[in-house]
């Protein structure tokens, strides 16, 4: 997988979709647009479809490994507040000196429910579990979401009323305490998943704080720093913390949208090399809102959003 490639191509999607006029985006609370994040899971439910998300680095040897991940995640709205995902993903893995291994990684089956809203100030939590489908066992992970934007700040502080945070807590269990092999019996650890997001959006700077005159496709770009991070609550690896700092920027408007992040380890045991993050992201439920927001109980739902 040729990175450069991902990289042209996504800037000149930007470039040919900054003329669009973008009309309302999901993801909405109060005035804050919280776009859907790379790395972390945002707190929203929606009808969304993320097509293709590659993720290409080197990992740790011996022997050392490039590694590229294709996944595809479909999203869809049970209710208003309820909703369930599918995510897949294909597995590239090309190590040195060796034949290169593809194939998929496990099924993921999650649910996702919004148990608090506050659009005054600006605020959402969610709860979700997901369910990780593998060979040998399974995988549980119930886990906290939550975003959060700074626009009730005073006018004093006006600069920081673009900024917005979202993040998540979960902690993975595993169905089997152990796998047996050829060789040995494998722990199979619980895990604690975390991390959080950080962005700067500069439409919310435009529209509700100072126009400061930028232009499209500017004006509709969130640069982001994401943290995803993995600790091990079991095991000889238990309270070693891994994971990757993700800088990057995404550019949302009326039906899709597009985001590229670096993926920088956190330390010697995350890895020694710097990755790319991209991906488009489809709101299906502003493409086709009377098909795609359809549920068995309530009917079609519309868009996320009243235009």
Not at 22 to 44: E, K, M, N, S, W
Not at 251 to 277: C, D, H
Not at 281 to 295: A, C, E, G, N, S
Request: contains cysteine; proline residues 7%.
């Amino acid at each position: 997988m040729n990175v450069g490639y991902v990289v042209r191509f996504l800037v000149a999607l930007v470039i040919v979709l900054g003329g669009v006029c973008p009309a309302d985006a999901h993801g909405l609370i109060g005035q804050r647009f919280l776009p859907a994040t790379l790395a972390t899971d945002d707190p929203f439910v929606a009808d969304e479809l993320s097509l293709p998300t590659i993720l290409h680095l080197k990992t740790l040897g011996p022997p050392a490994t490039k590694e590229t991940d294709v996944s595809a995640e479909f999203s869809k709205r049970l209710s208003p507040d309820l909703g369930l995902s599918l995510l897949g993903t294909w597995k590239v893995l090309d190590p040195e000196h060796s034949q290169t291994l593809t194939g998929f990684d496990n099924l993921e089956v999650a649910l996702k429910y919004q148990i608090f809203k506050d659009p005054e100030h600006e605020t959402l939590v969610s709860l979700g579990v997901s369910w990780d489908v593998g060979e040998h066992f399974d995988t549980v992970t119930p886990t906290l979401f939550f975003g959060q934007g700074f626009g009730a700040l005073p006018e004093s502080a006006e600069l920081m009323r673009p900024l917005a945070l979202t993040g998540v807590f979960g902690v993975a269990v595993p169905t089997r305490a152990r796998t047996d092999t050829d060789v040995q019996r494998d722990l199979n650890p619980a895990v604690v998943k975390w991390g959080f997001s950080t962005q700067y959006s500069l439409q919310y700077l435009q529209s509700y704080v100072r126009d400061i005159g930028l232009p499209a496709p500017f004006n509709r770009m969130i640069p982001l720093i994401e943290v995803a991070l993995e600790t091990p609550v079991n095991g000889a690896s238990a309270s070693h913390t891994t994971g990757t700092v993700n800088p990057g920027i995404i550019w949302f408007g009326r039906s899709v949208q597009l985001g590229l992040e670096a993926v920088i380890p956190i330390n010697g045991a995350s890895g020694k090399n710097v990755g790319v993050l991209g991906q488009i992201h489809f709101y299906l439920d502003d493409i086709l809102p009377q098909v795609f927001t359809w549920t068995p109980f309530h009917g079609v739902l519309g868009p996320t959003q009243s235009r």
